[in-house]
C-alpha cells in the first residue's frame, strides 16, 4: 500500500512523496517536484534515495527542480506525457500505459486529462488520484494551452471514478475555490459544512489535500454541472441557456476567472 506524504514548495504547490507502506527498499517517487530543494531535504531526513519522478505537466511549478534531483540521483526515472517542453523524461506515457516506479510496489495507471494543459496526465492507483493540475479541491485549474471541451471532459472522465478515490492535487487553493463555489450554489449545506471545516485545517496549518471524490462531487461546482442549481447559476452569469454540460463548464470556469480570480 502506498505511503503518500505532502512536501510543501513555493507559495502553495504539493510535491507528493510516494513510498512503499510496506517498507521497500528505501527508493521513493515524487509527484510534480517545482523545487528540488525540498525533495532533497525530505529524502535525506527520512534516509531515502530517489527511484522515479512523475510528472502531470509542463508548468515550471511542476518540473522546475527535475534537473537538480537527476544531478543527486542520475539513474531516477522520469514519467511524463509525450510534450517535448519536458526535456528530461525517460519514459513518455499517456492513456492506459501502466508505470512501476522502483522500488514503490504499486503499479499506476495513466490517464489522458488534457484542458489545463494540452498534453495534461494524471496517474491513477491504490486508491489515489495524482491530478496535478486538472482538478483541485474545489474547483480546477484554468486553461491555459488545452481547451475547455478538453476540460470539462477530463472532469467528467474523473467524476465517473469510484467516489472513494482520494484525490491529490498540486495546490493549496481550497479556501479560495469553495469562496467561487459559494458562489455558485450559496444555500448549499454541504459546502458550508465543508468550508468551515477547511477553514479550521487551514487554521491550524494542515492541509485540505487530499480530498475524497465523493466530497467534490458534493461540492465541487465544476463536478456538479448537471445540478438544476448550477445550471441556472451558470446561466445568470452566460445571460442565456446552456445547452449541455460543456457550455455549464465553460461558463462556470469564465466566471471564476472573469469576476472571482
Avoid at 85 to 96: F, L, N, P, S
Wanted: glycine letters at 10%; charged letters at 25%.
Amino acid at each position: 500500500m502506498l505511503q503518500i506524504e505532502p512536501i510543501p514548495a513555493f507559495d502553495d504547490n504539493y510535491i507528493w512523496l510516494l513510498r512503499d507502506g510496506a517498507g521497500g527498499d528505501g527508493r521513493a517517487t515524487v509527484v510534480d517536484p517545482g523545487d528540488a530543494d525540498p525533495v532533497v531535504e525530505r529524502l535525506r531526513a527520512d534516509g531515502l534515495s530517489l527511484g522515479a519522478i512523475l510528472l502531470t505537466h509542463h508548468h515550471g511549478d511542476h518540473q522546475g527542480g527535475v534537473a537538480d534531483l537527476l544531478a543527486l540521483w542520475p539513474d531516477a526515472q522520469v514519467f511524463a506525457p509525450e510534450d517535448q517542453r519536458i526535456r528530461q523524461a525517460t519514459r513518455r506515457v499517456g492513456e492506459g500505459d501502466r508505470v512501476a516506479p522502483p522500488g514503490l510496489g504499486t503499479t499506476l495507471e495513466v490517464l489522458d486529462v488534457p484542458g489545463h494543459t494540452a498534453t495534461h496526465i494524471a496517474y491513477l492507483g491504490d486508491g489515489a488520484l495524482f491530478c496535478g493540475d486538472t482538478l483541485f479541491a474545489g474547483g480546477c485549474g484554468r486553461v491555459f494551452d488545452g481547451s475547455f471541451e478538453q476540460l470539462a471532459a477530463s472532469l467528467r472522465r474523473i467524476a465517473a471514478l469510484p467516489p472513494e478515490t482520494l484525490c491529490y492535487c498540486a495546490h493549496e487553493y481550497t479556501l479560495a475555490n469553495l469562496g467561487f463555489a459559494a458562489w455558485v450554489e450559496p444555500d448549499s449545506q454541504a459546502l458550508a459544512e465543508r468550508s468551515r471545516e477547511a477553514e479550521a485545517l487551514r487554521a491550524r496549518g494542515e492541509s485540505t489535500v487530499p480530498s475524497k471524490l465523493a466530497l467534490e462531487l458534493a461540492t465541487n461546482p465544476f463536478l456538479r454541472t448537471r445540478e438544476p442549481g448550477v445550471i441556472a447559476a451558470a446561466e445568470r452569469f452566460a445571460g442565456r441557456p446552456l445547452g449541455d454540460e460543456t457550455a455549464v463548464f465553460t461558463a462556470l470556469r469564465r466566471w471564476k476567472d472573469e469576476r472571482y480570480d
